[in-house]
Every structure is written in structure tokens, then in C-alpha cells.
């Protein structure tokens, strides 16, 4: 049996509980805690019979590896690792799906943020590197507060042949966020039918290779001195601008 994994935060556990609560081995929560969010977090777990162990707080932070789980930390039958495949399957029955990837975003926090953003833009899928990415870690999901439970997340062993396959099999346009000659303000893009939005690393952006398979670039107008935006904030603004014209038309 693969290792457990652990969730840890009120809205990431419960997200859980909700969802797909068949993966939820044991609870553990903070041992004299008996407030309201708890309370709903053992409601939604009583109906599946899963145990229930109150530990200190020092345990807690152990299971979790940081001290930030707000009391509570479930240890979770992991998922399988999306891949390629089913990238593939996916596109085969959402024919005009919006995507995410992230370039070489290696940070969790970010990660998990953005994941957040996209759950609730719609997004149906987020697509990362295998290797050096930030990966759905108990730091991410707790950050991505649920979303990491509601839109797939698709680990990829080669970014720019992903891209470029997604162009050649499903005719899907790459829009990437990119300050160069030929980018368009964001909201002078058209984000309709199916698309995969690329944003690029905390600090260098979008690497060459994967510049190579956009079909457009586009960029945030922004006053004042500001050049960039953290990727996350960049990330909200992009898809609210691609759920906005998606979801008028």
C-alpha cells in the first residue's frame, strides 16, 4: 500500500470530507478543541466511519511539518499521478476546455494559490513539469484551500511537447504571459474555445522552449513603475479575464 499522505488546514479537510471522503484513513485533530469548524468536520466524517484520534498540538505539527494546521490533519490514501494520458482523456470529452500551465513555478505556495484561482474560474485542468516544479504538497493543497480537489492537476514529463501536442491533436490555442513585440493587452485576446493559458516562473518567466509553442502572447497593462506581478496574482487576473469573455458569450 502507498505511504499516506497528509492534508492538513479546516478548508483543505473539509474540501476532502466533501468530495471524495472514500480516501480519508484517520483524522486527527487538536486534542481540547471542540469548536463549530471542527464539529462539521466530524459530522462529515462520522457516515464513512473514519477514526478519529485527538494528539497535541506538537503531533499535529509533525504530521503536517509545519505549525500552521489549524488543528486539524487527515492522513489520506493518495491519489494516482495524472498524467499524459489523461491530459488526453480529458481533452477527448471537454473538446473546448480552458487549461492552466505553470512554467517551472516552484514555489508551494504559489502553486497552491493558483490552483485555487483556477477551481473557481472553471479551469479544468492545471499543467506542471515533473521536474523542477513545485508539486501538490500538503503546503499547496492547504493553501489552494479545496481546490486541489476540484480541477485536475497534471504532471507532465515534457512542457513544450505537451503544448505542442495539445496544439496538433485537439487544435487548442497556447496564450502565453509574455511582455515582448508581439503581445496583445489582456483583455484584447480572445480566451473562447479551447485554450491553455501559460504563465511563466516566480522569477524568470517563461522559458524560451515554451515561448516557442505560444500562438499568442499577452500581457497585463499596469501604471506606475511595476513591471511584474507575483505569478499567482497574474495567474487570478488571466483567467478572470478568459471566465469573464468565456461565460458572456
Given at each position: ?23 480519508v ?6 486534542k ?13 466524517a ?10 497535541s ?86 493553501v489552494?484551500?479545496?481546490?486541489a480537489?476540484?480541477?485536475k ?12 501536442h ?9 496564450i ?15 480566451f ?17 522552449i ?18 511584474s ?21
Amino acid at each position: 500500500m502507498a505511504k499516506a499522505e497528509y492534508y492538513y488546514g479546516v478548508h483543505s479537510v473539509e474540501s476532502l470530507l466533501e468530495l471524495e471522503p472514500e480516501r480519508v484513513l484517520t483524522l486527527f485533530t487538536l486534542k481540547g478543541r471542540d469548536d463549530q469548524r471542527l464539529q462539521k468536520i466530524l459530522q462529515l466524517a462520522a457516515p464513512f466511519g473514519i477514526s478519529v484520534q485527538q494528539a497535541s498540538r506538537d503531533s499535529l505539527e509533525k504530521l503536517a511539518g509545519l505549525p500552521f494546521h489549524q488543528g486539524v490533519v487527515a492522513a489520506v490514501r493518495p491519489h494516482p499521478v495524472l498524467n499524459e494520458k489523461d491530459l488526453d482523456d480529458l481533452m477527448q470529452h471537454t473538446p473546448n476546455a480552458l487549461l492552466l500551465a505553470l512554467d517551472q513555478v516552484t514555489d508551494p505556495h504559489n502553486l497552491g494559490a493558483c490552483i485555487r484561482t483556477a477551481a473557481a474560474m472553471g479551469v479544468h485542468a492545471v499543467i506542471v513539469p515533473r521536474d523542477r516544479a513545485a508539486s501538490l504538497t500538503p503546503t499547496a493543497r492547504k493553501v489552494a484551500a479545496g481546490g486541489a480537489e476540484k480541477v485536475k492537476f497534471i504532471q507532465v514529463t515534457n512542457l513544450a511537447r505537451t503544448l505542442a501536442h495539445l496544439k496538433d491533436s485537439t487544435h487548442t490555442r497556447v496564450i502565453g504571459t509574455l511582455l515582448d513585440e508581439k503581445a496583445l493587452p489582456l483583455q484584447q485576446c480572445d480566451f473562447n474555445g479551447a485554450v491553455v493559458i501559460v504563465m511563466g516562473a516566480e522569477d524568470t518567466g517563461l522559458r524560451p522552449i515554451t515561448q516557442s509553442q505560444c500562438d499568442q502572447t499577452v500581457y497585463i497593462p499596469m501604471s506606475g513603475d511595476l513591471q511584474s506581478l507575483n505569478v499567482s496574482v497574474a495567474t487570478g487576473m488571466a483567467l478572470y479575464e478568459a471566465c469573464r469573455q468565456r461565460n458572456s458569450v
